[in-house]
């Protein structure tokens, strides 16, 4: 009896929950969601250079208007713009849609770089003001730095992360086979003592 009294208000409170989860999800906004990615790269002039793209996804359910990214916090003592543009501009974003952007970088001063997010604003036609989105932060950038020479057998390593588990998987199955198919020394001893 205990029991059905303390689950009763568990209960209404879970169904109203999700009643208003659903009622907030279910409202007609759009809902940005920005992925930066930045990689580096060696040349063979022995700079490296940066390459960052930034995908804005929309995943509300009505279209976000004049959408601006803004991605200036690349210091210019330690980064030369080669290609593209740090910030870039969009009439649209549909819901469900997808936006891209990228651009490269040169780096100038070897050291660790902690890189900020990328900085979206967009209008929403219910609201006049501005809204503000941040992209997920990169991780450290060791730009310029001192790398170790590559393994001799960094193939070898590669191979077997790339087919390590097929190449259990199959040696099991050789392995099971193998002993189906050759006879026990035991029951090969059996069988010539029951002869005689």
């Known amino acids: 009896m205990a029991n059905q009294i303390t689950t009763k208000p568990l209960f209404t409170l879970v169904l109203s929950l999700l009643l208003v989860s659903s009622s907030i999800a279910s409202s007609d906004v759009p809902f940005i969601v920005a992925h930066k990615k930045a990689t580096l790269s060696s040349l063979k002039s022995g700079a490296e250079r940066v390459s960052v793209s930034i995908d804005i996804y929309n995943q509300g359910s009505s279209t976000a208007y004049d959408i601006t990214l803004v991605d200036d916090h690349w210091p210019q003592d330690m980064f030369n713009v080669v290609s593209g543009n740090t910030s870039q501009s969009w009439e649209r974003l549909h819901a469900g849609g997808l936006l891209s952007h990228s651009f490269e970088l040169d780096g100038k001063v070897k050291g660790l770089f902690l890189g900020s997010p990328a900085v979206i604003t967009f209008r929403i036609p219910t609201k006049a003001a501005l809204q503000e989105a941040y992209s997920t932060p990169i991780l450290p950038l060791d730009v310029l730095a001192d790398?170790?020479?590559?393994?001799?057998?960094?193939?070898?390593?590669?191979?077997?992360?790339?087919?390590?588990?097929?190449?259990?998987?199959?040696?099991?199955?050789?392995?099971?086979?193998?002993?189906?198919?050759?006879?026990?020394?035991s029951g090969a001893a059996k069988s010539g003592k029951k002869r005689r």
């Open 147 to 185: 790398k170790p020479p590559v393994q001799k057998l960094e193939w070898a390593k590669k191979l077997l992360v790339k087919y390590g588990s097929l190449i259990s998987v199959i040696s099991i199955v050789v392995l099971f086979v193998y002993l189906l198919v050759t006879p026990s020394k």
